[in-house]
């Protein structure tokens, strides 16, 4: 099923040749997988969301590392090895590297896996919510390298926003003076991962997946080197509810200052917080959400390789 390339990682047979023949193709973040997902669940819906995919007519490709190898296309049994792995480490971009060297199992962050999906040529990346600048982030300097990498790869993101738990007025500043391009999909309000609009409002509203390919393809002519996010809301009635939703935010950033967490720990463990403190409202909506962005970008790699056939003479 994979075949072994001069280039740094292994590619899936599938997803390349959908490449190579400039059919759509979404690239999907493992993190969410191992750190945003709890065990056994994540194994479910990590082939869910790839369901969801390849049900729009693209193919899906996971991204991680197994023992070191970088593979862009996981199979049914790498995927399930990977969600069911607790020795799995978080890789960001300045993992990644350390990682191959020392042959570790690791799942890719929303920035590691852009960085690895643009190199192996996919233009078009899935995932929950993005990172960005946290809360406490005056005395922290805690911002997410997902900010810093969007900046310089050329990728287009489907999210659900800003997450809710970020400093997300912060988030929108950076995101403009990183120059990254953001877009509400059919809202003018930023969505808030588990929220469905905050009300802060969003630079730029698209209607559907064909504007956003004409969008990827006037910034491929500018050569625009930033990402372009496309921020996707869940329906108000699918939303958590926001009062529940401040409570719980509320105490678990306590409980994470109380427990001295930091890092690259502090995202997990507040995902995690919400997890036992919402009797399973934050699992669903993190389901929901996730599988609804994998089938925008479906929608979105097949308007964007639509878009590049009818250019073509
Ligand atoms: N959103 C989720 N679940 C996750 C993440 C985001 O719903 O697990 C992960 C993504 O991989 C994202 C990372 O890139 O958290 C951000 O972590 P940090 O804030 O440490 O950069
Ligand atoms: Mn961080």
């Avoid at 959908?18 to 973040?29: F, S, Y």
């Avoid at 997990?268 to 934050?282: I, K, M, N, Q, V």
Wanted: charged share 20%.
């Amino acid at each position: 099923m994979l075949l072994p390339t001069s280039l740094p990682f292994l590619l899936a047979a599938e997803v390349e040749q959908a490449l190579h023949e400039n059919r759509p193709v979404v690239a999907l973040e493992s993190t969410i997988i191992t750190h945003g997902l709890p065990r056994p669940v994540n194994a479910r819906v990590a082939a869910e969301i790839e369901d969801v995919v390849r049900s729009q007519g693209a193919v899906p490709a996971t991204i991680a590392l197994l023992r070191g190898r970088i593979q862009v296309g996981l199979s049914a049994d790498q995927l399930n090895e990977l969600a069911a792995d607790p020795e799995a480490i978080k890789v960001s971009v300045r993992d990644i590297a350390m990682a191959m060297a020392t042959a570790t199992t690791g799942a890719t962050t929303v920035a590691a896996t852009a960085h690895l999906a643009h190199l192996a040529g996919i233009c078009v990346f899935a995932t929950g919510g993005i990172g960005g600048v946290h809360r406490d982030a005056r005395t922290t300097w805690d911002e997410s390298a997902d900010l810093t990498t969007l900046a310089h790869t050329p990728i287009t993101v489907i999210s659900s926003g800003i997450k809710s738990i970020l400093d997300v007025a912060a988030t929108l500043e950076r995101l403009e003076t990183l120059g990254i391009g953001v877009c509400g999909y059919q809202t003018r309000r930023t969505p808030g991962f588990y929220l469905t609009e905050l009300p802060h409002e969003l630079p730029t509203r698209l209607e559907s997946a064909a504007q956003v390919a004409s969008v990827m393809r006037a910034r491929r002519l500018i050569a625009d080197p930033a990402a372009l996010l496309v921020f996707q809301p869940l329906p108000a009635d699918r939303q958590m509810d926001p009062a529940l939703h401040d409570v719980v935010l509320q105490a678990g950033l306590f409980d994470l200052a109380q427990r001295g967490i930091s890092g690259k720990d502090v995202t997990p463990a507040l995902l995690e917080y919400f997890r036992d403190h919402t009797e399973g409202e934050s699992l669903r909506v993190n389901i929901e959400l996730i599988l609804a962005n994998a089938s925008l970008a479906a929608q979105i790699a097949a308007a964007d390789t639509d878009l590049d056939r009818q250019a073509r003479p």
